[in-house]
C-alpha cells in the first residue's frame, strides 16, 4: 500500500505546470534532493552454533526462571544437533533518502554527474527459522551510504516530437559503492530473548532513475525536479556482530556472537529536488528573416505618342495602350485619367492655331479612351482631358514641332 500510494504522489507531482521554455543542460550543474525510501524486505542467512557458553548453564542463571531456561535449552540444543542454519527476513518501515550530485551536460541531452547518497529505513519486523520459528517486532534501523557514478539523458520534446511544454523528462542509470549499517534488537522465543543485529559491510550497488526537470519561471538554470529511484545491492555480505541476549536480571547473554549473510537490497525512492546549471545564458536569437525585395509594380504613368497634326493610334500605341489596360487590374485603381497634348504648331496657324490645337489634343484622348474600352477598361472609369500646347514635355523654342509633346498620357489613379 505504501508503495502505490508514493507511486501515485509521483504521477501526482510529475503533471506538466505551466512555466518557462523547457531546457536542456550545457556545461556544468550541480542537483540536491531528498524524498521517500522503501526498502523491500531484506532476506538474511545466520550460522549460528548457538552453542551455550561452555560451562554454563541456563537453569543457573539467576533472574531466570526454570521454565524459560528449559525452553532455551531444548531450543539451542535443537539447533545445535541440526547444525542450523537460519533463514531470516528482516521487513522494513518508512524511510527517507537524501542525495547531492555534481555534473556536466553535453548540450545534446546527455549528462554525467558524480552523487553521494544516504538512505534511511526503519526496520520494524524480524522472523527466523531458529529458536523453534522465532519472530518479533524489531526496534532499530538500518542505513547505506556511498556513491555513484551516473549516466543520464534529457528528453527534449519540443526537438523530437514537436510537443512545447515547460517539462524535459530524463532517464539514467548509475553503478557505485553502498556500505551498509545495521542496529536493531528484536525480542523472541516467548520475549526471553533479545536477537540484536549490529555491524557495518559494504558492496557494489546500481541504480535506475526516471524523472523530469520544471523551469522555475524567472531564474535561469534554476529547475525542479521529480525523481522515481531503484537501488539494487547486489553482492551479498557478511555483518559480523549479532548475538542473542537473554533477558534476565543481570542481562546475561546465553549464545556466543554468530554471523548473518545479507542477501540482495532494493531500495524503491520517491525524490522532489533542486538542480542549477552554471551556463544559463539565453540562447542567440533567430536569424533575421531574409528581406526579400518587393516584386516590381506595373507602371502607373504611360505614354502614347502621335504623328504631326493626326490622332490615330499606332501599331505601338495601341500596344501601350493594352499594357495600361492590363495593369489597370492588377494594381489597386480607383479611376484613369486620359490627357492628350500637342506640340506648339498647328496646321492652322495664327490666331485659329491655339484653338485648333486644343481640338486635337482632345480627339488624341478620345482616341486612346476608345482603345482602352475595347481592351476591357469600363467607360465610367475612363476621365479625359484636352490641354493643346500646355503643359509640353520637352521645352522649345515657337512654332516647333517636338515628337515628345504630340502625345497622350495615360495616369492610373
Known amino acids: 500500500m505504501r508503495l502505490r500510494a508514493a507511486l501515485l504522489a509521483t504521477a501526482l507531482t510529475t503533471t506538466p505546470v505551466m512555466a518557462a521554455m523547457a531546457t536542456t543542460i550545457t556545461g556544468p550543474y ?37 521454565s524459560n531456561a528449559a525452553f532455551l535449552d531444548q531450543t539451542m540444543q535443537q539447533d545445535t544437533n541440526s547444525a542450523a542454519h537460519a533463514r531470516e527476513r528482516m521487513h522494513h518501515g518508512a524511510g527517507w533518502t537524501g542525495f547531492a550530485s555534481f555534473g556536466w551536460g553535453f548540450g545534446n541531452g546527455l549528462r554525467a554527474e558524480v552523487e553521494g547518497a544516504y538512505n534511511w529505513s526503519e526496520t520494524t519486523r524480524y522472523t527466523t527459522t531458529s529458536y523453534g520459528g522465532g519472530h518479533g517486532k524489531t526496534d532499530g534501523a538500518d542505513r547505506s551510504y556511498g556513491g555513484f557514478v551516473n549516466v543520464l539523458y534529457d528528453i527534449d520534446l519540443k526537438r523530437l516530437f514537436g510537443i512545447d511544454v515547460p517539462v524535459t523528462p530524463f532517464i539514467g542509470v548509475g553503478a557505485g559503492y553502498l556500505w551498509q549499517t545495521v542496529n536493531d534488537a528484536t525480542p523472541i522465543a516467548n520475549s526471553i530473548m533479545n536477537v540484536h543485529h549490529n555491524g557495518t559491510n559494504g558492496s557494489f550497488a546500481y541504480q535506475g532513475i526516471v524523472g523530469a526537470a520544471y523551469d522555475i519561471p524567472g531564474v535561469p538554470g534554476l ?26 536480571a543481570n542481562n546475561q547473554p546465553v549464545t556466543d556472537h554468530d554471523s548473518i549473510r545479507y542477501d540482495h537490497r532494493f531500495n524503491h525512492q520517491f525524490i522532489v529536488g533542486v538542480r542549477y546549471a552554471f551556463n544559463n545564458a539565453p540562447p542567440p536569437p533567430p536569424p533575421a528573416p531574409a528581406i526579400v525585395p ?11 505618342f502621335f504623328d504631326w497634326d493626326g490622332a490615330a493610334l499606332t501599331g ?25 497634348y500637342t506640340d506648339n504648331t498647328s496646321a492652322h496657324p495664327g490666331p485659329r492655331g491655339e484653338k485648333y490645337n486644343l481640338g486635337l489634343s482632345m480627339r488624341r484622348a478620345d482616341s486612346v479612351k476608345a482603345e482602352l474600352i475595347r481592351d476591357g477598361v469600363p467607360a465610367n472609369a475612363i476621365d479625359i482631358h484636352g490641354y493643346g500646347e500646355a503643359h509640353p514635355l520637352v521645352a522649345t523654342g515657337p512654332d516647333t514641332r517636338e515628337p515628345q509633346n504630340r502625345r497622350v498620357e495615360i495616369i492610373l489613379h
Do not use: C, W
Open 294 to 304: 518587393p516584386a516590381p509594380t506595373a507602371a502607373r504613368t504611360y505614354l502614347v
Open 316 to 340: 505601338r500605341s495601341r500596344e501601350i495602350v493594352a499594357e495600361a489596360a492590363q495593369a489597370s487590374t492588377h494594381v489597386q485603381t480607383t479611376r484613369i485619367e486620359v490627357n492628350g
Open 30 to 66: 550541480v542537483d540536491i534532493g531528498g524524498g521517500y525510501d522503501l526498502t523491500q524486505t531484506q532476506h538474511m542467512h545466520s550460522y549460528d552454533g548457538q552453542a551455550v557458553k561452555e560451562n554454563e548453564s541456563q537453569a543457573g542463571i539467576p533472574g531466570l526462571p526454570a
Open 223 to 248: 529547475q525542479m525536479t521529480t525523481e522515481y529511484r531503484m537501488i539494487g545491492q547486489v553482492e551479498s555480505f557478511n555483518n559480523g556482530n549479532l548475538g542473542q541476549t537473554v533477558i534476565n
